[in-house]
C-alpha cells in the first residue's frame, strides 16, 4: 500500500493528497506568465488570454480554450476591448467582461453568441476589476468602476443591475474583495485596510470577524468557500482567519509565518469533513493551513492557478494538471500503515489470496470473529469511488468481491452502482475527453448535467454510450442526444442539403422522442429553407410541420399538408393565415386549387361572412349556389320587398343553373310574398318573414276563411295539412258552430277522432261528445275513452272482442266504482279466451 500513501501528507486529523489528473497537451512556451486564466469548475474547460510579448506592439492578444487536459477546442485572435475579467458560466459558455462594461459571451468552440452591458456609466469610469461567480440564481458578475461602486447582476440570462450603496472612506481599489450568497441574496464583502464591510441591495454594513487577531493591520485576501458557507481572511501580518461568512463563528486562526500577499487563497473542504482547510498560493509555493499549527508546504516548479471545487482544490500550471484533497476518511483507513480497519484486512485477505497463501484464511477469519465482514466490503466499495486511479479501483473492487462471496444475504446494490459510476467516471476523466470529475462532484452534477456537457462538447458517440450503459430513458438520453447531433449537422454549410437530410433521417430513423420539425427550425434558422422543407418530410406530425411551413412562407405546401392530415381545425388555420397575408384574387384562386379546403372555407363564410360566400360563388360562375344563397338572405330580410328582391335574384340563378325545380319553387313563394303583401294592406297588420303554414293560420285565425280557402287552392296545400290547420284555428277561436259546419263539408281526411281531442283540449266535453259517433269502429273505443264514457267505451270494446282495446278500457276502470264495467270486460275476455 506504499505507493498508494507515498503522497499524502498530515495536517492535524487527517491526511492531504496531491494526484496528477493530466499531463497538460498545450505547448505553452511561457507557461501561464503574462495571461489571464480561467478554468470552469466541476472539471469544466480552460480560457487562456495570452497577451502578445512586448517585442510586438501591434500584436493583438490570443483567446484560446482548453479542455481540463490541454486539448485545444477553439483558438481565435482578440479583436475587442480590454478584457479584464474571464470566467465561465454554469453552463459552460465564456463571458469576457472588458474594461468598458460589455459582457461578451462565447461558447465552447469561441464562436460568438450574444453580449450585453454592464451599464452605461462604465463606458466612462471603466471596470477597475470584476468577479464572476455562481449562486442559486444562475451565472452573475459583479464589478467595481472607476468611481468605486460596485455593480451586481445576480443572474446574466435576466440582467437586472443593482448599483450597491457607497462604501464610507473608500477612494481607491479595496485591497480585496469577494461576493456572497447568502439566505438567497447576494452581497460583497470588501476589505478597506483592516476595516470590514459588507454591502447589500439597501445599505453598507461595517463588521468585524469573531476573534479576530489585532496584529493585523490590513486584510490582503479573502476567499468564500464553494458553497458560500465559509470565508478565510489573510492579513498582512501573515495570519489567515478561518470561520463562517457571516464573520460569527470563528473556527481557527492560523499563523502562516508568510508576510508577503499571496497571488490566491482557496478552500479545501470535503462536505463532510470535520476539518476545515485553505490552500494559499505564492508565486512558486502552496501552503495548506487548518485548525493546527502544523501546515503542508508544497514547491511548485511553475507558476500555477487554483481552482477551487465542491470537495478539492484543481492545481493547474503550464505542464501539469493537479488534484490536491483531503484524503476519505474511509480510504485512510483502509490504507493507513498498521491499520486493522475491516477493510484493510479484506484487501489484505484478497492479496493473500491471490497469491494462494494460508494468509487469505487467516484474515477472513479474524474479520469473522468481528462480525464485520459485511463492513468490510462496504468500506472497500466506498473507498474504490474516491480513487482516480482505475488500478487502485479494480484493487479495491476486487477485494469487495472476494468478500461478498463469504456473504449469504449481502445487498449488491452499492457494489453495482459503484461499479457503473467509476465506468462512467473513468470514461469522462480520459485524457481524451478531459473531464476529471470527483465521485462527489458527478452526484453533484447529476448524470443528466454531465450527458448535457458531453453534448455540448459534441462528444455524441461517448454520450449515446452512457445513456445506454446507464439506462437512461430514451426522451431523455439516446434521443436527446441525437436530436442535439441533427441540430449541429444542419449548420454544417460544407455539406449538401439532400446528404445531410440523408444522414439525419438514417441516424435518427423513428426514434422515440425527436422532433423532426424542431430539426428543421434549426436548420430555417441557418438560412437553410430547402433543408428544413426536406426535414419536414421526415415528420409524422402534421401539426408540427404547418406551423414551420406557414413560418417559412411555403403556403401552398403548408395547405396541403394540412389537407392530407384531415385535421379541419389545421386547414382552418393555413386558411385563415392566407386570408391575411394574400391579396383578394390570389386567395380565391388559391383555394380554388384546393377543393376541400374551398369547401371548408364556404361552411365558414355560410356562418360568418356571407358576403365573401357570394364572391366565391360569383367567382366559380356557381349559379345554383348563388340561387340557394339569394334564398337563404331572403329570410333574414325584414322588408317584403328586400326579401322578394331576393327571391328574383334567387330565380334568376336557378334558371342559369337550369334548375327548374328550384326556380319554380321560388316563383311560388314569391307569390306567397304578394299574397301577403296584399293581407298587409287589407288588414294593416306586418307578416313579414311568414311561412305558408303561418299565413294560412293567421288568417284562419282572424276569420278570413275564404282568402285562406283560396291560398290552400292556390299553393296546393296537403289536404291532412288544412285540415289540421283550419281545426286548431276554429278551437282556438272556440267557434265551435263553425267547426261543426266545417266538419260536415266534406268527408274529413283526417278523420273525427282529432275533432273530439281537439274539443277534449280546450275543456268542451259537450262538443266532443258530438264527433264521438262519427269515429270510426277502430277508433271508438279511444273517442269514448277521450269524453270519459267507459260505458261507451266497454260496449264498443265488446262488441269488437279485441283484447287490446278491452285492456285499454280496464286500465281506465277502478276497482269499487266500475266494477260492473270490469266484470263484463272480463267476462268477454274469458269467453273470448276459450274459443
Known amino acids: ?53 512586448r517585442s510586438s506592439p501591434s500584436a493583438r492578444p490570443q483567446l484560446e480554450i482548453y479542455t481540463s487536459s490541454g486539448s485545444p477546442m477553439a483558438s481565435f485572435m482578440w479583436k475587442s476591448g480590454v478584457v479584464k475579467q474571464l470566467g465561465w458560466t454554469i453552463s459552460d459558455d465564456l463571458l469576457c467582461v472588458q474594461e468598458d462594461g460589455t459582457v461578451l459571451v462565447y461558447d465552447l468552440f469561441g464562436s460568438f453568441k450574444r453580449h450585453f452591458s454592464m451599464g452605461n456609466e462604465l463606458v466612462q469610469s471603466h471596470v477597475l476589476e470584476a468577479k464572476i461567480f455562481h449562486s442559486p440564481y444562475g451565472t452573475g458578475i459583479a464589478v467595481l468602476s472607476g468611481a468605486y461602486r460596485f455593480i451586481l447582476a445576480t443572474n446574466i440570462e435576466d440582467i437586472k443591475l443593482r448599483r450597491l450603496p457607497e462604501v464610507p472612506g473608500l477612494q481607491g481599489v479595496p485591497s480585496c474583495w469577494t461576493v456572497l450568497s447568502q439566505d438567497r441574496q447576494t452581497k460583497v464583502l470588501l476589505a478597506n485596510g483592516s476595516d470590514l464591510y459588507i454591502l447589500d441591495n439597501t445599505a453598507c454594513t461595517p463588521v468585524s470577524p469573531s476573534g479576530f487577531s489585532s496584529q493585523a493591520t490590513n486584510i490582503i485576501q479573502v476567499a468564500g468557500s464553494f458553497s458560500y458557507k465559509y470565508l478565510a481572511l489573510f492579513t498582512d501580518s501573515g495570519h489567515v482567519w478561518m470561520g463562517s461568512a457571516n464573520l460569527k463563528e470563528k473556527l481557527c486562526e492560523v ?46 516548479d511553475n507558476e500555477s492557478v487554483l481552482v477551487p471545487e465542491l470537495d478539492s482544490v484543481r492545481i493547474i500550471s503550464g505542464t501539469h494538471h493537479e488534484l490536491l484533497q483531503e484524503v476519505p476518511a474511509v480510504s485512510e483507513e483502509i490504507f493507513k500503515i498498521a ?65 461478498k462471496c463469504f456473504l449469504s444475504n449481502f445487498r449488491p446494490e452499492q457494489f453495482v452502482c459503484t461499479c457503473r459510476d467509476l465506468r462512467v467516471l473513468n470514461a469522462v476523466r480520459d485524457y481524451t475527453v478531459g473531464i476529471p470529475l470527483t465521485l462527489q462532484q458527478y452526484k453533484q452534477m447529476t448524470v443528466q448535467v454531465l450527458i448535457d456537457r458531453l453534448v455540448y462538447r459534441k462528444l455524441y458517440p461517448l454520450a449515446i454510450e452512457i445513456c445506454r450503459y446507464l439506462k437512461i430513458p430514451e426522451y431523455q438520453g439516446v434521443s436527446r442526444v441525437l436530436k442535439h447531433w441533427a441540430c449541429c449537422k444542419v449548420q454544417q454549410k460544407e455539406e449538401a442539403d439532400e446528404v445531410i437530410a440523408r444522414m439525419v433521417s438514417l441516424k435518427l430513423g423513428e426514434t422515440a422522442g425527436i422532433s423532426y420539425s424542431d430539426i428543421a427550425a434549426r436548420a430555417y434558422e441557418c438560412g437553410r429553407t430547402e433543408l428544413a422543407i426536406k426535414l419536414l418530410e421526415f415528420e409524422p406530425r402534421s401539426g408540427e410541420q404547418v406551423p414551420l411551413l406557414l413560418k ?95 327571391l328574383q335574384n334567387a330565380m334568376d340563378e336557378y334558371n342559369k343553373a337550369k334548375n327548374e325545380f328550384n326556380a319554380k319553387a321560388t316563383e311560388e313563394e314569391m307569390r306567397l310574398l304578394r299574397f301577403q303583401r296584399r293581407l298587409e294592406e287589407e288588414k294593416g ?51 265551435w258552430e263553425e267547426m261543426e259546419k266545417f266538419s260536415k263539408t266534406k268527408k274529413s281526411p283526417i278523420g273525427y277522432l282529432p275533432f273530439v281531442d281537439v274539443c277534449m283540449k280546450h275543456h268542451n266535453k259537450y262538443e266532443a261528445r258530438k264527433y264521438v259517433s262519427k269515429v270510426t269502429p277502430e277508433q271508438k273505443v279511444k273517442a269514448h275513452i277521450a269524453v270519459g264514457d267507459l260505458e261507451g267505451a266497454a260496449d264498443a270494446a265488446i262488441e269488437r272482442r279485441n283484447e287490446g282495446e278491452i285492456s285499454l278500457v280496464l286500465s281506465h276502470c277502478s276497482a269499487t266504482t266500475d266494477r260492473t264495467i270490469v266484470d263484463r270486460l272480463n267476462r268477454t275476455r274469458a269467453t273470448a279466451g276459450k274459443k
Request: hydrophobic content about 35%.
Open 255 to 300: 499563523d502562516t509565518k508568510m508576510r508577503t500577499p499571496p497571488s490566491q487563497m482557496a478552500w479545501c473542504w470535503r462536505p463532510k469533513s470535520q476539518q476545515p482547510s485553505v490552500v494559499i498560493m505564492w508565486e512558486k509555493y502552496l501552503l495548506v493551513v487548518g485548525p493546527c499549527k502544523d501546515t503542508i508546504q508544497y514547491n511548485l
Open 339 to 403: 491499520s486493522m480497519a475491516p477493510g484493510a484486512l479484506l484487501l489484505e485477505a484478497h492479496k493473500e489470496y491471490e497469491k494462494e497463501s494460508q494468509k487469505a484464511d487467516e484474515y477472513l477469519r479474524e474479520i469473522k470473529e468481528q462480525d464485520r465482514l459485511g463492513d468490510a466490503v462496504k468500506q472497500c466499495v466506498e473507498a474504490a469511488g474516491y480513487e482516480h486511479e482505475p488500478e487502485t479501483q479494480k484493487m479495491l473492487l476486487r477485494a469487495a468481491s472476494f468478500g
Open 1 to 53: 500500500m506504499a505507493f498508494v500513501t507515498a503522497s499524502w501528507n498530515p495536517l492535524g486529523e487527517a491526511f492531504y493528497r496531491k494526484i496528477e489528473l493530466y499531463e497538460m497537451g498545450w505547448n505553452l512556451r511561457e507557461g501561464l506568465r503574462n495571461c489571464q486564466i480561467a478554468a470552469a469548475p466541476y472539471g469544466g474547460p480552460i480560457a487562456l488570454l495570452k497577451e502578445p510579448q
Open 685 to 735: 297588420e306586418r307578416m313579414v318573414g311568414c311561412s305558408l303554414q303561418d299565413t294560412l293560420h293567421c288568417l284562419l285565425i282572424v276569420g278570413l276563411h275564404k282568402q285562406a280557402e283560396q291560398l290552400y287552392k292556390d299553393f296546393r296545400v296537403p289536404d291532412k295539412r288544412y285540415w289540421w290547420l283550419k281545426l286548431n284555428a276554429l278551437a282556438e277561436k272556440e267557434d
Open 552 to 646: 417559412m412562407k411555403r403556403s401552398q405546401l403548408a395547405l396541403s399538408k394540412a389537407i392530407e392530415s384531415g385535421d379541419t381545425d389545421l386547414v382552418y388555420t393555413v386558411v385563415t393565415y392566407l386570408k391575411n397575408e394574400m391579396n383578394r384574387g390570389d386567395f380565391f384562386m388559391t383555394l380554388r386549387n384546393q377543393p376541400i379546403a374551398l369547401s371548408l372555407y364556404r361552411q365558414f363564410c355560410k356562418h360568418q361572412e356571407q358576403d365573401t360566400l357570394k364572391d366565391l360563388f360569383n367567382q366559380d360562375d356557381d349559379h345554383q349556389e348563388l340561387g340557394n344563397f339569394y334564398v337563404r338572405a331572403s329570410y333574414q330580410e325584414g322588408r317584403l320587398d328586400t326579401r322578394m328582391s331576393c
